[in-house]
């Protein structure tokens, strides 16, 4: 007879008596259960024999509830503990009086199987931090990656009928007709980009690219106080400026006090006065992390941190070619292709955007104009291919043949948009001693 050791086991009996009692249940009961789901032996093997007719007669499901048939297959699949342990599929079958427990009980098995796996993961990290060579760091990577993988294997596969999503789509038009901005939109603060694309989207990978000096942080910061201005919470790694460096930049744009008297300390006692009567600028949810040399791991783990805690609604990373990884890659490329592919993935599983900086190649400065192409992304073309929305900035004045109307005048291309038009130039207004952008004033 079957030996039922534990309460988890009994449930694993229950469940796969309930598919043998309702067989019309087989397509979704095997598009989730899985072998490892089953601690019993002998009920792993009846799981597999079940599969096995399933797969071999899909449009005859009804032969999951033949006693004697299912019993041949096992017999055929070799299983011969099961055999020899006189399994009687009779009170398996009976062992529920009814399938309408199938998904309870499914849902139990999948609970107990990731609980035993994190045991066991725990366990690992465990005898890790017993190894005087393992760094804290080292763990802590291991430890979310297989969390990570863990996890991503019981993902559900996401397919949903079409009919179920177009409500949703008139309720999101209604919501900006009505003049809401809902949840999964940010909006740059920047009108004629956002009357261009209609503002980020939940899951967009965003890169916003450009020549050093151009004034990527500048612009990043500029739409990061937009968007928390708005209300929304935002998160911002930066990797390359210090916190006291981003802490003045915003300051200056904010105020317009010139930037370089933060250095300088030539701040007269009226901007003074206004700095210490706009303190309260601190409460605007803006959340800055200033990492050294952080690995992917690093940031993926600090953004899901910021939003499980401050439910940020956008994150922006400056900038891309900083970010270091914990393995060796065949070339810089295979390197950039990893990140752009983990930040990707990152956007969509916290269900925000990210917007990322990026630096272009030196083929820009080789044209008289300055424009830059996507051809121009550093490193690798999985960047083009990756993002979601590509953003190029330049500003002809940094150039020494630049006309004078194109003083304090930055371009700014959708030079990609998987959502919409691209191929347009948004004219902006860089203030250079307050590095700060404002729509363009037309003269």
């Given at each position: 007879m079957l030996s039922i050791k534990t309460e988890m086991q009994n449930i694993e009996l229950q469940l796969l008596g309930a598919l043998m009692l309702d067989t019309?249940?087989?397509?979704?009961?095997?598009?989730?259960?899985?072998?490892?789901?089953?601690?019993?032996?002998?009920?792993?093997?009846i799981f597999l024999s079940l599969k096995h007719i399933y797969e071999s007669n899909p449009q005859n499901p009804s032969l999951l509830s033949s006693l004697p048939f299912v019993y041949q297959v096992i017999q055929h699949l070799g299983f011969e503990d099961v055999v020899q342990s006189r399994v009687d599929l009779a009170d398996i079958m009976q062992s529920v009086a009814t399938s309408a427990t199938m998904e309870y009980h499914l849902g139990l098995?999948?609970?107990?199987?990731?609980?035993?796996?994190?045991?066991?993961?725990?366990?690992?990290?465990?005898?890790?931090?017993?190894?005087?060579?393992?760094?804290?760091?080292?763990?802590?990577?291991?430890?979310?990656?297989?969390?990570?993988?863990?996890?991503?294997?019981?993902?559900?596969?996401?397919?949903?009928?079409?009919?179920?999503?177009?409500?949703?789509?008139?309720?999101?038009?209604?919501?900006?007709?009505?003049?809401?901005?809902?949840?999964?939109?940010?909006?740059?603060?920047?009108?004629?980009?956002?009357?261009l694309i209609g503002g980020f989207h939940q899951g967009d990978f965003i890169l916003l690219a450009g020549r050093p000096s151009m004034g990527k942080t500048s612009l990043a910061l500029?739409?990061?106080?937009?968007?928390?201005?708005?209300?929304?919470?935002?998160?911002?790694?930066?990797?390359?400026s210090s916190d006291l460096s981003l802490a003045e930049r915003f300051l200056s744009g904010f105020l317009k006090i010139d930037n370089?008297?933060?250095?300088?300390?030539?701040?007269?006692?009226?901007?003074?006065?206004?700095?210490?009567?706009?303190?309260?600028l601190a409460k605007l949810p803006i959340f800055v992390d200033y990492p050294i040399n952080p690995e992917i791991s690093e940031l993926k783990s600090a953004a899901r941190e910021l939003k499980a805690i401050q439910k940020i609604s956008f994150l922006i990373i400056d900038y891309l070619q900083l970010i270091r990884v914990d393995r060796n890659f065949e070339s810089k490329q295979v390197m950039v292709a990893y990140i752009s592919a983990q930040l990707k993935g990152l956007a969509k599983e916290l269900k925000i955007p990210i917007l990322v900086c990026s630096q272009l190649s030196r083929k820009v400065e080789e044209r008289e104009d300055r424009e830059p192409e996507l051809s121009d992304l550093r490193e690798s073309g999985a960047l083009e291919q990756d993002a979601d929305l590509v953003l190029m900035l330049w500003r002809p004045e940094f150039y020494a043949k630049s006309k004078p109307e194109e003083k304090s005048l930055a371009k700014f291309k959708i030079a990609k948009n998987r959502n919409g038009i691209a191929n347009k130039i948004i004219e902006l207004t860089f203030l250079a001693e307050y590095t700060k952008f404002e729509n363009h004033r037309k003269e």
């Open positions: 019309q249940k087989a397509d979704w009961f095997f598009g989730k259960a899985k072998e490892e789901y089953f601690t019993n032996s002998p009920l792993r093997k098995v999948i609970e107990s199987y990731l609980k035993n796996q994190m045991l066991n993961l725990a366990l690992e990290i465990r005898n890790l931090s017993l190894e005087p060579i393992t760094s804290p760091q080292e763990i802590k990577n291991h430890w979310e990656a297989m969390m990570d993988k863990l996890f991503l294997s019981e993902k559900e596969s996401g397919f949903e009928a079409i009919g179920d999503i177009l409500p949703r789509v008139l309720e999101q038009i209604e919501k900006i007709r009505a003049g809401e901005v809902p949840d999964w939109l940010v909006h740059s603060g920047f009108a004629d980009l956002d009357n500029n739409i990061a106080t937009n968007v928390a201005c708005s209300g929304k919470p935002v998160g911002f790694v930066t990797i390359e370089t008297k933060f250095s300088t300390g030539r701040i007269s006692k009226e901007e003074l006065d206004n700095l210490r009567e706009n303190l309260d």
